[in-house]
């Protein structure tokens, strides 16, 4: 006598735990805040458990069910956490746990005794909620900035006649990229120079030197903060020959359009790149365009200056782009034409930025991860955060397609959810989409990608259906008599205790027969398996005793 011995699966439980507040913690440091902030929206972790292929949920019918903080079990509640002392044991967060650690891993271990065995079955799983601190903003950058450092004033051979154009220079203060000056006290010193302006004005306007050099100096004040000291110098050039009515001087200087270069938190410069121009004007005559040479240099953030540009030639104007986003400074010099000699002016022009805190996107399900039986919906939601404060974004959300070949904005990989393809998934331009069961085969991934002050941040978040693992039994003959006959033999599906696909027709069923020591039998139908929802195995594909097992695919 031979027997046909089922390999069918044995029964499997399957245990998730749903919380109602995301794992991810956002700490501002400044404000010393946590967001959300557990003693206000407590986390509740609630454990689910299910027999595959069933969409009950039967926890409550737990042997016993334990809970575990870092691996040591909570035995009772307190301060920190309230433990549900009967029925389904939930376990709540009640204060900001994670204020003297990173991260926290809640276990659940749940006892089940098998109705139909009597046996029991331990299930595990863990959750963890994880710390992310915006760090330290600290105090913004204090920068004092003004348009025109130095200036050249021409004069004839004895002093006299200078040409004041342009012999200007305003002070700008920044707090991070902010021009904040009005929020300053200013105060003028002047040596041998007359300025239009009053000595408590941001801008002095040079009109007069009465010696060959003069200087204004900028001192600004304000309660709290150090004193903010920037010079402006002037020189006299004269021109002409003693003893005769000599030439007319000639001014020179240097245009910028940019008095400061602003970072922002994507290490981008506003403006892009900037633009310098020569200028001349001889005596009172009407200003223009000079060709020059120009030097353009980059300070690095150790403070150390490089030469990134020199005229091959004499030109107008030059437009520079910085060839790093981590530059603290640049600076223009321009010469008189034909070389790199003779300095006629220089300007500096600064990089501003003020460490704005760091943004991110959390991707997370606030009614849970799960859905049964297919049936329901999912809610999944990404809030982008700028250090500890939620803010308004563009949203993209993408599918997990393995056969996305090309780029769409989620990466290789990721389907785009739009009008033509969505899956039946609604608010794909939103903060938060809807996901019908329809769209969860099984296990699914869902990413956004969000658009925040010029930059991109995503996040992912797997939902799953707890019921689609399906259930097989081998039914049919198991005994041929006298090494004689044949045996018919079906593969059963069940899902949620009902059968599926009786007719065959939605699965693929391929069968392999083993010897009686677990050996495939390799020539078995000649090409070592059979295919089909039911088949036929004749006595002499046996010798003693044999396996049969089936695999189903779709």
């Not at 079955?121 to 760090?135: C, L, P, Q, T, Y």
Request: glycine share 8%; charged share 15%; with cysteine.
């Amino acid at each position: 006598m031979t027997t046909l011995v089922d390999l069918n699966d044995s029964r499997q439980l399957q245990l998730y735990i749903k919380s109602n507040q995301p794992r991810v913690q956002i700490f501002d440091p400044n404000a010393s805040t946590y967001t959300p902030n557990w003693p206000t929206n407590k986390p509740v972790l609630t454990p689910e458990l299910y027999i595959a292929g069933t969409s009950t949920d039967i926890i409550a019918q737990a042997k016993s069910i334990k809970w575990f903080v870092d691996g040591v079990e909570l035995t009772a509640s307190n301060t920190d956490y309230t433990l549900a002392a009967s029925g389904v044991k939930t376990l709540t967060v009640n204060t900001n746990v994670l204020a003297s650690a990173n991260s926290k891993l809640f276990t659940v271990e749940v006892v089940y005794t098998d109705t139909r065995t009597g046996a029991d079955i331990v299930a595990k799983n863990d959750i963890e909620f994880v710390k992310v601190s915006s760090g330290q903003k600290g105090t913004a950058a204090i920068t004092g900035v003004l348009s025109n450092e130095t200036h050249t004033v021409p004069t004839l051979f004895d002093g006299s006649g200078g040409v004041f154009t342009n012999a200007a220079s305003t002070l700008t203060i920044y707090e991070g990229s902010t021009d904040v000056t009005g929020s300053w006290t200013i105060v003028q010193t002047r040596t041998n120079v007359t300025v239009t302006e009053a000595t408590s004005s941001r801008t002095a306007t040079v009109t007069a030197l009465s010696a060959d050099t003069g200087s204004v100096t900028f001192t600004a004040t304000r309660s709290g903060y150090s004193t903010i000291t920037k010079t402006f110098n002037l020189t006299k050039s004269k021109q002409g020959t003693a003893g005769s009515n000599g030439t007319s001087p000639t001014a020179y200087w240097l245009v910028v359009d940019a008095s400061a270069l602003e970072r922002n938190v994507a290490l981008a410069y506003t403006p892009a790149s900037i633009a310098v121009s020569a200028k001349s004007q001889v005596g009172t005559g009407t200003p223009g365009n000079y060709s020059a040479r120009f030097i353009i240099e980059e300070q690095d953030a150790g403070g150390t200056w490089s030469t990134k540009y020199t005229s091959a030639a004499n030109e107008i104007s030059k437009t520079h782009t910085p060839t790093s986003n981590s530059i603290k400074a640049v600076r223009v010099k321009m010469y008189l034409a034909g070389g790199t000699t003779t300095l006629l002016d220089e300007q500096l022009i600064p990089v501003v930025d003020d460490g704005a805190e760091p943004v991110r996107a959390i991707v997370w399900t606030p009614e849970g991860n799960v859905v049964r039986n297919g049936s329901g919906s999912l809610k999944i939601k990404c809030d982008v955060y700028q250090g500890s404060t939620v803010k308004t974004a563009a949203y993209a959300w993408f599918v997990q397609e393995p056969s996305q070949s090309t780029d769409v904005g989620g990466g290789i990989g990721w389907k785009k959810l739009d009008a033509t393809y969505n899956l039946g998934v609604t608010g794909y331009t939103t903060t938060e989409i809807t996901v019908p069961a329809s769209a969860i085969p099984s296990v699914e991934s869902f990413k956004c990608v969000a658009t925040f002050s010029g930059a991109t941040y995503s996040d992912v978040a797997t939902v799953s259906d707890v019921t689609d693992p399906i259930s097989s039994a081998i039914v049919g003959g198991t005994t041929f008599k006298n090494g004689e006959g044949s045996v018919s033999v079906t593969c059963k599906l069940f899902q949620n205790g009902e059968e599926i696909d009786s007719a065959g027709s939605e699965y693929t069923y391929t069968w392999s027969l083993y010897n009686e020591n677990n050996v495939k039998i390799a020539n078995w139908n000649t090409t070592g398996s059979k295919v089909g929802k039911t088949i036929t195995v004749a006595a002499g594909d046996v010798t003693g005793r044999a396996h049969l097992g089936c695999d189903v695919s779709k």
